[in-house]
């Protein structure tokens, strides 16, 4: 595509889990609209192309986390192979392939207000590609890609084995009969443990507080019921979906109304997992201080984490590193743990709009000052929509709806003969108090800390609010009101 082309009607950045799936409800809900897919990746998928590392699978379930148009017929948690595959299909049943241009890396967006476009700059091939489009869907995540997040310890240049980043793992690193100490307990350690514990020859989790996990089968009871009853796939699928939502409801309400009865509900389900005699493992390194579901709850499928921690394969340390040795890990304890390799899961580095230099109207844009109109349209932002999905629920959720909800909006502005749309503060919202985009109160893992001052601000009452509940949004978003005075057209 050049810089001749005709303007596109919307440009969907990214071709992951969120940019299909903005792109199916395009096609279905806006079939004359030209649209087209850019993806800095050679091919779609997303995280579940560029992370390669043992073992990497799904920690939400393929029911809620798979599409509500496509019915997942596998088991709930699916490898990184599986999703892939699925979103394959995805992009062959509904012919997507010749509106998707891979390898194009997006630099730069610039809005013009007399031409009421955006102009996106992007490299393929090492050229210059110039794309025009009247509205940007930003589906491209909201973590760096190329580089995962790895803290500044002392004496890291003295460690003589080989330190390596799950999201960046290297085809040609030998775990055969090498020690291995793995840093962070969150839902890629647990991932990666028991893939590589049968491997090496022993595997540590180091952590500097533990993490609530939850066990179970990786199968979905009522699922194996309607299918042996011959239910249709796409009941099923819708079936068993609501009964999951339902379900992660009830649990996080639970969470907020009674924490320690669910924390004792979950170190139980860990202390069967690991059998007897594992008391004080549980209590140690299972027992975290915040409430549960303050931080994302990691569910480990099959208990296959504690079956290698079970049969010693595995271990965990909880301490805090005091510095790097040519051997290992010197920790804040004095003990010294041995390592060949250290594999560093300590999370990733948030990053907004894909680290894309934004400039409207000549002025560079400064995310953090903007204001977000239901966590979806920002304040000073015009013809454009971004996707930050959930912490307690899949993703894919409000992917779905705001992908619905963005179809209605630009059917909404040609029915008014609209061009531009651009959320503004109205007068009653004087004064209104802005929080963070995520109170540290409700949910605060570290790349949030680390990064939420990067990130819009939230108001205190609506439509300004980012409330991170699908309950809520799931009636919200459908009938959100286009006409109350907080979006202006033009």
């Given at each position: 595509?050049?810089?001749?082309?005709?303007?596109?009607?919307?440009?969907?950045?990214?071709?992951?889990?969120?940019?299909?799936?903005?792109?199916?409800?395009?096609?279905?809900?806006?079939?004359?609209?030209?649209?087209?897919?850019?993806?800095?990746?050679?091919?779609?998928?997303?995280?579940?192309?560029?992370?390669?590392?043992?073992?990497?699978?799904?920690?939400?379930?393929?029911?809620?986390?798979?599409?509500?148009?496509?019915?997942?017929?596998?088991?709930?948690?699916?490898?990184?192979?599986?999703?892939?595959?699925?979103?394959?299909?995805?992009?062959?049943?509904?012919?997507?392939?010749?509106?998707?241009?891979?390898?194009?890396?997006?630099?730069?967006?610039?809005?013009?207000?007399?031409?009421?476009?955006?102009?996106?700059?992007?490299?393929?091939?090492?050229?210059?590609?110039?794309?025009?489009?009247?509205?940007?869907?930003?589906?491209?995540?909201?973590?760096?890609?190329?580089?995962?997040?790895?803290?500044?310890?002392?004496?890291?240049?003295?460690?003589?084995?080989?330190?390596?980043?799950?999201?960046?793992?290297?085809?040609?690193?030998?775990?055969?009969?090498?020690?291995?100490?793995?840093?962070?307990?969150?839902?890629?350690?647990?991932?990666?443990?028991?893939?590589?514990?049968?491997?090496?020859?022993?595997?540590?989790?180091?952590?500097?507080?533990?993490?609530?996990?939850?066990?179970?089968?990786?199968?979905?009871?009522?699922?194996?019921?309607?299918?042996?009853?011959?239910?249709?796939?796409?009941?099923?699928?819708?079936?068993?979906?609501?009964?999951?939502?339902?379900?992660?409801?009830?649990?996080?309400?639970?969470?907020?109304?009674?924490?320690?009865?669910?924390?004792?509900?979950?170190?139980?389900?860990?202390?069967?997992?690991?059998?007897?005699?594992?008391?004080?493992?549980?209590?140690?390194?299972?027992?975290?201080?915040?409430?549960?579901?303050?931080?994302?709850?990691?569910?480990?499928?099959?208990?296959?984490?504690?079956?290698?921690?079970?049969?010693?394969?595995?271990?965990?340390?909880?301490?805090?590193?005091?510095?790097?040795?040519?051997?290992?890990?010197?920790?804040?304890?004095?003990?010294?743990?041995?390592?060949?390799?250290?594999?560093?899961?300590?999370?990733?580095?948030?990053?907004?709009?894909?680290?894309?230099?934004?400039?409207?109207?000549?002025?560079?844009?400064?995310?953090?000052?903007?204001?977000?109109?239901?966590?979806?349209?920002?304040?000073?932002?015009?013809?454009?929509?971004?996707?930050?999905?959930?912490?307690?629920?899949?993703?894919?959720?409000?992917?779905?709806?705001?992908?619905?909800?963005?179809?209605?909006?630009?059917?909404?502005?040609?029915?008014?003969?609209?061009?531009?749309?651009?959320?503004?503060?109205?007068?009653?919202?004087?004064?209104?108090?802005?929080?963070?985009?995520?109170?540290?109160?409700?949910?605060?893992?570290?790349?949030?800390?680390?990064?939420?001052?990067?990130?819009p601000r939230q108001g205190s009452h609506e439509p300004w609010l980012h409330r991170q509940d699908y309950a809520a949004d799931k009636n919200d978003l459908p009938g959100a009101d286009l006409e109350d005075g907080s979006l202006a057209y033009r």
């Amino acid at each position: 595509m050049n810089a001749a082309a005709p303007y596109l009607d919307v440009l969907i950045v990214g071709a992951g889990i969120s940019g299909l799936d903005a792109a199916v409800h395009l096609q279905q809900q806006c079939p004359g609209k030209r649209f087209a897919i850019v993806e800095a990746q050679a091919g779609h998928g997303g995280t579940w192309r560029t992370h390669r590392y043992p073992g990497i699978r799904s920690d939400s379930d393929l029911f809620t986390f798979g599409y509500g148009f496509k019915p997942w017929m596998g088991k709930p948690i699916a490898t990184a192979a599986e999703i892939q595959h699925y979103l394959a299909e995805v992009i062959d049943e509904h012919g997507l392939a010749p509106h998707i241009r891979y390898g194009h890396r997006v630099t730069t967006a610039a809005w013009s207000e007399p031409e009421r476009c955006w102009t996106v700059q992007a490299t393929h091939d090492g050229q210059a590609v110039t794309l025009r489009a009247r509205f940007l869907f930003m589906c491209q995540g909201y973590y760096r890609h190329e580089q995962g997040y790895t803290p500044q310890w002392p004496g890291v240049e003295s460690f003589q084995g080989r330190i390596v980043h799950p999201q960046t793992w290297p085809e040609d690193l030998e775990l055969q009969g090498k020690k291995v100490v793995v840093i962070g307990s969150g839902a890629t350690a647990a991932t990666l443990i028991p893939a590589i514990a049968g491997q090496c020859a022993h595997v540590t989790m180091l952590q500097r507080s533990p993490t609530f996990f939850i066990t179970g089968r990786n199968s979905n009871e009522l699922a194996e019921t309607l299918r042996q009853l011959d239910v249709p796939p796409e009941w099923t699928h819708e079936i068993v979906r609501r009964k999951v939502l339902f379900d992660q409801a009830a649990f996080t309400k639970r969470c907020v109304a009674e924490p320690e009865v669910v924390r004792k509900e979950l170190l139980a389900g860990v202390r069967a997992a690991l059998g007897p005699g594992h008391e004080a493992v549980v209590e140690e390194h299972f027992n975290p201080r915040y409430r549960p579901w303050q931080q994302r709850i990691a569910f480990v499928p099959d208990g296959d984490l504690f079956k290698a921690v079970r049969e010693g394969q595995a271990s965990v340390v909880t301490d805090r590193i005091e510095r790097f040795e040519p051997g290992g890990l010197r920790l804040g304890s004095g003990r010294l743990l041995d390592a060949d390799i250290i594999i560093t899961a300590t999370g990733f580095n948030l990053n907004v709009l894909g680290d894309i230099r934004f400039v409207v109207d000549g002025r560079p844009l400064d995310f953090a000052q903007t204001v977000g109109w239901r966590g979806a349209l920002f304040t000073g932002v015009p013809n454009l929509a971004w996707v930050f999905g959930y912490f307690r629920a899949s993703w894919t959720l409000r992917a779905d709806l705001l992908s619905a909800f963005v179809c209605r909006l630009l059917q909404h502005m040609d029915e008014r003969g609209a061009r531009v749309v651009e959320p503004a503060l109205r007068p009653q919202d004087d004064g209104m108090v802005l929080k963070p985009w995520v109170e540290p109160d409700n949910f605060n893992p570290g790349y949030l800390q680390r990064g939420i001052h990067l990130l819009p601000r939230q108001g205190s009452h609506e439509p300004w609010l980012h409330r991170q509940d699908y309950a809520a949004d799931k009636n919200d978003l459908p009938g959100a009101d286009l006409e109350d005075g907080s979006l202006a057209y033009r």
